[in-house]
């Protein structure tokens, strides 16, 4: 089977891609040893305190694969599957996983500086976030229709930002960070139009946005918990 999408930048319209399906099983297995042992949820997920001050800088990323109830995977996981295929599409797997990951990073780091120092974070919708804010930029750079994404994303940063108990500090992180890695893989790099990079210069340009945006990340994550208040 081709993984081909029926209608190009219509979301809703691809079908379920590789990498899409290796991350919402690697988060269901997850999630399904993490419900019974609450020893191993409070290890991983995210406390800005524990990060700083314990050292747990790994929470930053393994909080990402870490969910608070059924419906709170269940949410993540249709979303993921509803908008990460068209990007996984568009930019390949090797490309997608570094948007998904910088986005799943770029998400802690924004809990760990904005959040307060002692509150918990988990989930994947910072990464989804991420997502969500590079199909905006594929959109606006290949023409796609943008009135869809657009009204998602200013429905779900409301909802984070009015509803209580919601991380919106990895939500507004992921989305800068994702759209942002999204814009760097999409750089030319000074080619004629119409013709594509080859395999070594996606991988080479892959790992070039993946080791800057590490890189500025986790110069962030020097600064205090709590530090930045918006």
């Known amino acids: 089977m081709r993984w081909q999408p029926r209608r190009r930048g219509t979301l809703g319209a691809t079908r379920i891609t590789p990498f899409v399906v290796a991350l919402i099983v690697i988060n269901a297995v997850v999630y399904g040893y993490e419900a019974g042992h609450p020893a191993f949820e409070e290890r991983f997920w995210l406390v800005p305190f524990e990060v700083h001050y314990m050292g747990r800088w790994y929470q930053l990323i393994t909080s990402a694969f870490l969910h608070a109830s059924v419906e709170h995977i269940a949410l993540n996981m249709i979303t993921l599957a509803i908008v990460g295929p068209p990007v996984e599409v568009a930019i390949g797997r090797l490309r997608f996983g570094v948007v998904y990951l910088l986005a799943a990073f770029g998400g802690g ?11 918990a974070g988990l989930g994947a919708s910072g990464a989804i976030f991420g997502v969500m804010g590079a199909y905006y930029v594929l959109a606006r750079n290949r023409g796609w229709e943008t ?13 984070s930002f009015s509803v209580p ?28 139009a119409g013709i594509g990079p080859s395999g070594v210069a996606v991988t080479l340009q892959a790992l070039i946005v993946l ?19 918006l």
């Open 109 to 119: 780091v924004a809990f760990y500086l904005m959040a307060p120092v002692n509150e």
């Open 147 to 159: 009135q869809t994404i657009t009204v998602l994303l200013v429905i779900n940063l409301v909802f």
């Open 165 to 192: 108990g919601i991380a919106w500090q990895a939500h507004l992180g992921g989305i800068i960070v994702g759209a942002a890695a999204c814009a760097g893989l999409l750089a030319r790099g000074g080619r004629p």
């Open 211 to 229: 080791i800057v945006g590490v890189a500025a990340l986790a110069a962030l994550s020097v600064l205090p918990p709590g530090h930045v208040h």
